[in-house]
């Protein structure tokens, strides 16, 4: 679990802090890799953790949200700006499933298992060959969509076994997010789209101390924010209005916070934007000690 002082990501195996600049993609997308099992996390762990004193505070509208923990819905991964096309793998923990995202030369983005087939290395820890993923340890190399490996660097003349296969699973852009299914098939219904007529501009990604269930109550009483569909919020902070915030069940006992603003600041107001959202952390943090 992430220190109370860690500043964006930290912990959160997402290498991705602070995130300047517009999204310019505004629909939705989503890729064709399926999982070959389900996820075997168990989704009850969140909200058992929660305190009485939170559990008595949840809303209507967190109650609305509380599907989205189940394995087969869709989870707010990361800005899909962190992801270029052929680009760095990343690393991130969605509801306690070790991910490697990565976007292909063709521009789809892929969640798989942070783990080669071959000799279990984190595939996070390669790197993309155009539409392919290339581990980092012997090279072994799989497609993009499917998972298959499609070539071994130290035997070009053999042919590659049939079924070695990375598992992979549901991944689509909406809205400028990069959402991820971890159930055996994607979900049927394409991520769930916030009240805003304007692409989002990310500003930073937080890692909170806290179980989702536990932030997703906080944002609603007493930090007053109002839902927008779920996972994910909007609101007024500080003397800072037009906040949009998405939170990612990543673990049992942490979650991960992705901020954006309706419009691009002003330059001279970011100094006071980025204390009031590591005020906003204070507070989740410490909503979860009561």
């Known amino acids: ?132 993923l290339a581990c980092a340890y012997h090279g072994w190399e799989y497609a993009a969509g499917d998972g298959r490996c499609v070539a071994i660097p130290a035997m070009p003349q053999q042919p590659v076994p049939g079924k070695v296969c990375v598992k992979t699973f549901a991944a689509a852009e909406c809205q400028g997010m990069v959402w991820v299914a971890l159930g055996a098939t994607p979900p049927r219904d394409p991520p769930p789209v916030a009240a805003t007529d304007t692409a989002p501009h990310f500003l930073r990604s937080m890692a909170i101390a806290a ?40 673990a049992a006992h942490w979650c991960l916070l992705h901020v954006a603003s309706a419009a691009p600041p002003p330059q001279t107001e970011l100094p006071s934007l980025f204390g009031a959202l590591r005020l906003l952390r204070e507070q989740l943090h410490s909503a979860a000690d009561t």
């Open 1 to 132: 679990m992430p220190g109370r002082d860690a500043d964006a990501a930290d912990g959160a195996r997402i290498r991705s802090t602070e995130h300047g600049g517009n999204s310019n993609s505004n629909s939705t997308s989503t890729s064709t890799s399926t999982s070959t099992s389900t996820s075997n996390s168990n989704s009850n762990s969140n909200s058992n953790s929660n305190s009485n004193s939170i559990g008595n505070r949840t809303s209507a509208a967190i109650e609305d949200n509380q599907p989205m923990t189940q394995p087969g819905n869709w989870y707010p991964a990361l800005p899909a700006q962190s992801l270029p096309a052929a680009g760095a793998v990343l690393a991130a923990s969605v509801h306690g499933q070790d991910l490697a995202l990565w976007r292909s030369a063709s521009g789809s983005v892929q969640a798989w298992e942070d783990r080669c087939p071959h000799r279990g290395v984190a595939l996070s820890l390669g790197r993309v060959l155009g539409d392919r």
């Open 211 to 250: 179980p989702w269930a536990t932030v997703e109550a906080a944002l609603a009483d007493p930090l007053g924010f109002t839902t927008a569909g779920p996972c994910q919020w909007r609101g007024h902070w500080a003397g800072h209005g037009g906040l949009l915030l998405w939170t990612l069940d990543a």
